[in-house]
């Protein structure tokens, strides 16, 4: 899942960059308003935090063009305004929580998983055939077995667990799960690929993942796929 994070003060951007990271999200920066609307509006993000102490405008303004749109993720405002009649502003105007700083990362965490769980349409459970993906503990089994993954690992699975069935590119993986545009030459999806085969293929009679040639990988139950594109 792919979340913008607007705020001006550079360390904690930077703090809220890394951990988002780590918890295994792709997260893009930006540290004004006028260059989050241009990032908010050809890409499809998951959620927004947004700090209302901008150098150029407004959070609030910010806040309002973006639920002008038709496309709006859930925001989470983060701001040291701690005043009531700011926190009731914010959720009038269309935020969907307000987190007041200082904060406490694990909080924040949680109200972010929260926010996702609320705007997110597809399962919190995600199966497809005996490989079962929990969404909010971040475990992954396959036949009853835990599977070890990486934070990025898990993303990529979870992305193709939400489109089984359907041909990804690999640039559709990277903008998805880094927070990188894909420049045609990196191979890390790839590699990616190879491990996530290694620990949920390796040693099960039905494979799960499959090449779409000229395309890049799919998920899906092998009866299902398209069985002239693909590839073990």
Known sequence: MRILVIEDEKRIADFLGRGLESAGYAVD????????LSLSHPTAYDLIILDLMLPDMDGLDVLAKIRN????????ILSARNAVDDRVKGLELGADDYLVKPFAFVELLARVRALLRRGQPTPERLQVGDLVLDCIRRKAT???????LAPKEFSILEYMMRNPGRPLSRTMIVEHVWDMDYDGLTNIVDVYIRHLR????????ARLIHTVRGIGYMLDLPERGPEKTMER
């Open 142 to 148: 396959r036949g009853g077995q835990t599977l070890e």
């Open 69 to 76: 749109r038709k496309l709006s993720p859930p925001v989470l």
């Open 198 to 205: 290694s620990k949920i293929d390796e040693g099960w009679p």
């Open 29 to 36: 920066v930006a540290h004004d308003g006028q260059n989050a």
